[in-house]
């Protein structure tokens, strides 16, 4: 365990259910969070190939009885699952907004009195790039994706409000293993930034930009710094790399420098 992880060691003492567990961020929390000493149960459709030693429930998140189930005597819910890019409606009124209820009121229903949301960058993604968006920005969604991840906020503050939960929604930039595109620069939370933040204590409340400590960034860190989590890492180190396979930097009216949410915003 490195230091800036054992500072954040002693979060949780019983279970976290991760759902989604088998997706691309949830494989960097299953592999970061036991550092911490964190004990996990992971929820998704299926288990990942080759599987690992995380306890696994099988399920969907449109099934509340099976959440409930899963969620008994957790301490907390990490929820990712969901269609993680833009789709048709009805898909998304599945998945990304009924199943998203689901989760919380599983977790009220099993007494689990905080939980951390996947949000996105697109559900504030019509910003523009050039402006320095706090955590408290309102939503701007920039495709039919981002109003799902809007809604999630909004539930989340309700879930807060109505039954004092804990709630923390992360707007993600790009949580990948490594950076593949140039805006990645400026949006990207590393996997140890990733861990940290979901690992971070809480308020009643919160919404936060889920970004490292990017040069580039166009979002602010305040409401991870009040979390308790200060990302560390920058992506500069990747952009001689990135410069040279992708030709240079992004042209001025390339939409993926332009706003937040990149070339989302250039769909239907």
């Given at each position: 365990?490195d230091q800036r992880h054992?500072?954040?060691?002693?979060?949780?003492?019983?279970?976290?259910?991760?759902?989604?567990?088998?997706?691309?961020?949830?494989?960097?929390?299953?592999?970061?969070?036991?550092?911490?000493?964190?004990?996990?149960?992971?929820?998704?459709?299926?288990?990942?190939?080759?599987?690992?030693?995380?306890?696994?429930?099988?399920?969907?998140?449109?099934?509340?009885?099976?959440?409930?189930?899963?969620?008994?005597?957790?301490?907390?819910?990490?929820?990712?699952?969901?269609?993680?890019?833009?789709?048709?409606?009805?898909?998304?009124?599945?998945?990304?907004?009924?199943?998203?209820?689901?989760?919380?009121?599983?977790?009220?229903?099993?007494?689990?009195?905080?939980?951390?949301?996947?949000?996105?960058?697109?559900?504030?993604?019509?910003?523009?790039?050039?402006?320095?968006?706090?955590?408290?920005?309102?939503?701007?969604?920039?495709?039919?994706?981002?109003?799902?991840?809007?809604?999630?906020?909004?539930?989340?503050?309700?879930?807060?409000?109505?039954?004092?939960?804990?709630?923390?929604?992360?707007?993600?930039?790009?949580?990948?293993?490594?950076?593949?595109?140039?805006?990645?620069?400026?949006?990207?939370?590393?996997?140890?930034?990733?861990?940290?933040?979901?690992?971070?204590?809480?308020?009643?409340?919160?919404?936060?930009?889920?970004?490292?400590?990017?040069?580039?960034?166009?979002?602010?860190?305040?409401?991870?710094?009040?979390?308790?989590?200060?990302?560390?890492?920058?992506?500069?180190?990747?952009?001689?790399?990135?410069?040279?396979?992708?030709?240079?930097?992004?042209?001025p009216d390339d939409p993926?420098?332009?706003?937040?949410?990149?070339?989302?915003?250039?769909?239907?």
């Amino acid at each position: 365990m490195d230091q800036r992880h054992a500072e954040h060691s002693s979060g949780i003492t019983r279970p976290v259910l991760i759902t989604g567990a088998a997706g691309a961020v949830g494989t960097i929390l299953r592999q970061g969070l036991p550092g911490l000493g964190w004990q996990l149960r992971c929820f998704d459709v299926a288990p990942p190939d080759p599987p690992d030693d995380v306890p696994w429930l099988l399920g969907d998140i449109s099934d509340r009885r099976r959440l409930v189930e899963a969620m008994r005597g957790a301490g907390a819910v990490i929820h990712l699952a969901g269609i993680p890019h833009e789709a048709d409606f009805p898909r998304l009124l599945h998945t990304n907004i009924d199943g998203t209820y689901q989760v919380f009121e599983a977790a009220r229903e099993a007494g689990v009195t905080r939980v951390l949301y996947a949000s996105s960058n697109h559900a504030v993604g019509r910003y523009t790039a050039d402006t320095r968006l706090s955590d408290s920005a309102r939503p701007r969604p920039d495709s039919l994706y981002g109003v799902s991840k809007a809604f999630g906020e909004a539930l989340g503050s309700y879930y807060a409000d109505r039954f004092g939960m804990r709630v923390a929604c992360v707007r993600i930039g790009s949580c990948f293993a490594h950076p593949t595109q140039l805006r990645h620069l400026a949006t990207r939370l590393s996997p140890g930034d990733a861990v940290l933040l979901f690992a971070a204590p809480g308020l009643r409340f919160a919404t936060v930009n889920g970004i490292s400590a990017n040069i580039r960034a166009w979002w602010d860190l305040d409401g991870a710094r009040a979390l308790g989590c200060a990302p560390q890492d920058d992506e500069e180190g990747w952009a001689r790399d990135l410069l040279a396979r992708h030709g240079g930097e992004l042209a001025p009216d390339d939409p993926d420098a332009t706003f937040v949410g990149g070339r989302m915003t250039a769909g239907r």
